[in-house]
């Protein structure tokens, strides 16, 4: 009909619970028409409490679908054993060090880190002597925890499409350091779009205090000042396109930081992600309270607004885990018809669903499955199917082997399942050589792919199969040579 409002259909019953409605009557000007509508009108999404294992569920369901996108705060940095102190023991240390220094010949420097701030800023001296002189150069190094290693594993293989903090310490690059991979940060539009294209980027909207200290954003004043105005300006334009209908979690933003408030929201004013979920222990009536912007952002979401009351570090931990088991799962699955077609039955469902639960025991697992080298980081969000890999895998469990840490364990022999496809397989054991000390290392690596030639003396060990190269403790087989020792 020419000249009606558009109206936007979907199921009244889903509107009802997770939409705040209003019901206005529109009439249309058209006298010949005549049509009067009751039209709902959806104002805003709700809050809806969720429990950790709906909220792993839909996080993970966006990883699936390129859709995850993060924001983090400080609150992230707090958890131990990171254990970054927050803004009142930040100000604490500075106020105690000015007061020892001037004493009572000078007015005395307020409580607040923001007014303490504001103050210097005003006078010049924000990064000439607050910064310098009364904030701890080390105050915000410390150890990654398991939120920022699973932010930075989740950001090299592109789980996260994009992830936004509001810190300034580099916990998150230095846990992407300690996974072997370089994370790609920016402090602003420039820096992040500049990033090479299969980056998934990391914007740090209030700086970085190892890259650029005097221009952290810890004052108010700074906002329309430059360079601050201008980075705000840019990340905000950047922002509404690459938050546009993704999944938003927000972990660790509600601590004590509340100048923070005014940053988001001139940063993330225009964007409207498809849902948010809100990770934080507290209740969702305090949230609306402590961070009204990101409350606000949450309530023009397209779809859904969550809230899980669990800690950011614990959810991104779990979040790290499923994702991992998924990218396991998915291997056992693909070797599902080859095993049939061999073994002439199905493989045992149990076989097809993975049982390690520890993060960095999967990543293990997901580097040998994806065939990266010694010092390469996990960098696939989708494993390569490839039938026979699974297949193997399938069938060290219906031998009998069971999973122990990154390793199977089958009569009494502990066996690695390594991605060598179309290679050399004492080639391979010499770039793995110094990998694992002997201690720990398995007694059998099984290189899926590789293929083992004929070698002469001076390269093959004294007292071993002319396939077992030169290398580090345990003994390299092809697939065909383990198939034939464990009678898979």
Not at 299 to 323: C, K, M, N, P, W
Request: glycine share 8%; proline share 6%.
């Amino acid at each position: 009909m020419i000249g009606a409002p558009r109206l936007r259909f979907g199921s009244s019953r889903l509107c009802a619970r997770r939409k705040k409605i209003s019901t206005r009557r529109f009439v249309w000007p058209n006298a010949a028409v005549g049509l009067t509508l009751n039209v709902v009108i959806l104002l805003g999404v709700n809050l809806d409490e969720v429990d950790i294992d709906a909220g792993l569920a839909i996080a993970l369901d966006a990883i699936h679908a390129d859709r995850l996108a993060l924001l983090c705060g400080a609150g992230l940095s707090m958890a131990s054993p990171s254990s970054l102190p927050n803004a009142a023991q930040i100000a604490a240390a500075a106020k105690n060090k000015y007061d020892a220094l001037y004493g009572a010949t000078r007015s005395p420097l307020p409580t607040e880190i923001e007014e303490q701030a504001e103050f210097f800023f005003q006078r010049g001296e924000l990064g000439t002597v607050y910064l310098r002189t009364l904030i701890d150069p080390h105050v915000f190094a410390g150890v990654p925890n398991a939120g920022h290693s699973a932010v930075a594993d989740l950001l090299l293989v592109r789980g996260i499409q994009t992830a936004v903090s509001t810190n300034v310490d580099s916990l998150i690059e230095t846990a992407g350091q300690m996974l072997f991979g370089q994370i790609g940060t920016g402090i602003d539009k420039k820096s992040v779009a500049a990033l090479p294209p299969e980056t998934s980027p990391l914007l740090k909207v209030h700086g970085c205090w190892s890259s650029d200290q005097d221009n952290t954003v810890w004052a108010p004043g700074q906002l329309t000042a430059e360079p601050v105005a201008s980075r705000i300006a840019g990340s905000k334009e950047w922002l509404s396109i690459r938050l546009l209908d993704r999944d938003l979690v927000i972990v660790g933003y509600f601590t004590d930081w509340d100048y923070l408030n005014d940053v988001l929201e001139r940063t993330l004013g225009d964007v409207r992600p498809a849902r948010v979920v809100v990770v934080d222990p507290s209740d969702g009536g305090w949230l609306a309270t402590k961070a009204p912007a990101l409350y606000a952002l949450g309530e023009r979401a397209v779809s859904a607004f969550y809230h899980i009351r669990q800690s950011g570090d614990t959810f991104l931990d779990r979040l790290r885990i499923e994702f991992s088991r998924s990218f396991v799962r998915r291997m056992l699955h693909a070797g599902r018809e080859a095993y049939k077609d061999l073994k002439g039955v199905a493989a045992d469902s149990a076989w097809l669903e993975p049982t390690l639960t520890d993060a960095e025991t999967l990543w293990r697992v997901r580097r040998d499955l994806e065939g990266r080298f010694p010092h390469e980081p996990a960098r696939e969000r989708v494993p390569a199917l490839e039938p026979v890999l699974g297949l193997t895998l399938l069938q060290l469990r219906a031998g009998g082997a069971v999973e122990d840490g990154p390793y199977w364990l089958l009569d009494s022999q502990h066996i690695r399942v390594v991605r060598t496809p179309n290679q050399l397989l004492h080639q391979v054991q010499a770039v793995f050589e110094r990998e694992t000390p002997p201690v720990v290392a398995p007694d059998v690596v099984i290189a899926v792919g590789a293929e083992s030639l004929p070698l002469p003396s001076h390269i093959v060990r004294a007292g071993t199969a002319p396939t077992i190269a030169r290398g580090s403790a345990g003994r390299w087989l092809t697939r065909l040579e383990a198939v034939t020792e464990f009678g898979l």
